[in-house]
Nanobody, 122 residues
Framework: QVQLVESGGGSVQAGGSLRLSCTASEFTFCMAWFRQTPGKEREGIAIINKWGTPIYSNSVKGRFTISRDNARNTLYLQMNNLKPEDTATYYC???????????????????WGQGTQVSVSS
């Protein structure tokens, strides 16, 4: 059972930056970030494979950067030029899929972090 622990959420003004971290208890091939707002489905926004190849959703492409440190089993999400619509609870997820796709549904993942809140004010 892989355990994921997130950190780095907080409050920031629009245009600001935050970096999220997610440390896993063991290595997994695919690691991803999701976000969710009340009343909406959890949305996959970025995923990265073990070789560091990232894929982004259109909603964050060009503003967010996903990366990972395999030696530390740690996943990162650098979020720049934040907008009020980025306000959400952010979750990291992991699994050993053969192919890492940002379109994978939340129910496909076996391992989740506890979530961290990001609030962006205008």
């Amino acid at each position: 059972q892989v355990q994921l622990v997130e950190s780095g959420g907080g409050s920031v003004q629009a245009g600001g930056s935050l970096r999220l971290s997610c440390t896993a208890s063991e290595f997994t091939f695919c690691m991803a970030w999701f976000r969710q707002t009340p009343g909406k489905e959890r949305e996959g926004i970025a995923i990265i494979n073990k070789w560091g190849t990232p894929i982004y959703s259109n909603s964050v492409k060009g503003r967010f950067t996903i990366s990972r440190d395999n030696a530390r089993n740690t996943l990162y999400l650098q979020m720049n030029n934040l907008k009020p619509e980025d306000t959400a609870t952010y979750y990291c997820a992991a699994d050993n899929f053969v192919v890492c796709r940002v379109s994978r549904l939340p129910q496909e993942y076996n391992y989740w972090g506890q979530g961290t809140q990001v609030s962006v004010s205008s």
